[in-house]
């Protein structure tokens, strides 16, 4: 059954630095998203991807985050300096239509921010 | 403001016994709404849809408007049913839209 992969499962990083979380979506999926879960609460979006560019995006993603599909496999989450609130697991989910159809999710990368 | 509430952290039973994890939802419009669940070291996992109208591994799940509600039931709890739970509701926005997720409840299915 084809799943989403995300890497790494776990990343240690100082605060300050550059981080680049990547998923591959199922092959055949054409809308991306990421979420994020602080430790002890829900799980939050942060922003939906289609047709190379942005749908949407939460007040959370703010100017440090971006996204990109730099090839026809992977889809990134680069943090560009990295705070300690940014800790989290981090989702990377697909869909092949729009939300509302069943969006299969990664199974995270948590990120740990010193 | 389109808002999902679980109202209980953990909830514990025994097996065989009845099971009922709750969902609140706020929204101004039609809702659509999933129950979503995460079995220990697993990924986040489509248990079922409103819109289905189906049962997965004998949970059911009913839209209640009047009380914007829609609780997870099971009539005989198994131990394998132990895991998180979330409730999902659809929000329509941009070409796409999202999930806005509960906080969760685990549960625990005790021999």
């Known amino acids: 059954e084809p799943e989403v992969t995300q890497t790494p499962s776990h990343q240690v990083t100082q605060m300050g630095q550059e981080v680049i979380l990547r998923c591959v979506p199922i092959?055949?999926?054409?809308?991306f998203y990421w979420y994020r879960q602080i430790l002890g609460q829900k799980v939050e979006f942060l922003v939906s991807?289609?047709?190379?560019?942005?749908?949407?995006k939460s007040e959370i993603f703010d100017d440090q985050f971006s996204v990109e599909r730099p090839d026809g496999s992977n889809f990134t989450l680069k943090i560009r300096s990295t705070k300690l609130e940014d800790s989290a697991m981090y989702f990377c989910?697909?869909?092949?239509?729009?939300?509302?159809?069943?969006?299969?999710f990664g199974q995270g990368t948590r990120l740990t921010v010193v | 403001a389109q808002r999902v509430t679980q109202p209980e952290k953990l909830l514990s039973v025994f097996k065989g016994a009845p099971v009922e994890l709750k969902c609140n939802y706020s929204?101004?419009?039609?809702?659509?709404l999933f129950w979503y669940v995460q079995y220990s070291r697993q990924r986040l996992q489509l248990l079922l849809r409103h819109i289905s109208r189906e049962s997965i591994k004998g949970f059911t799940a009913d839209l209640n408007k009047g009380e914007t509600s829609f609780h997870l039931k099971k009539p005989f709890a198994q131990e394998e049913d132990s895991a998180m739970y979330y409730c999902a509701l659809v929000r329509y926005g941009g070409s796409q839209g999202n999930l806005i997720f509960g906080k969760g409840t685990k549960l625990s299915v005790k021999p």
């Open positions: 092959s055949n999926h054409l809308y």
């Open positions: 989910a697909s869909s092949e239509g729009r939300i509302g159809t069943e969006a299969f």
């Open positions: 991807f289609y047709n190379n560019e942005i749908s949407e």
């Open positions: 929204y101004s419009g039609s809702p659509e």
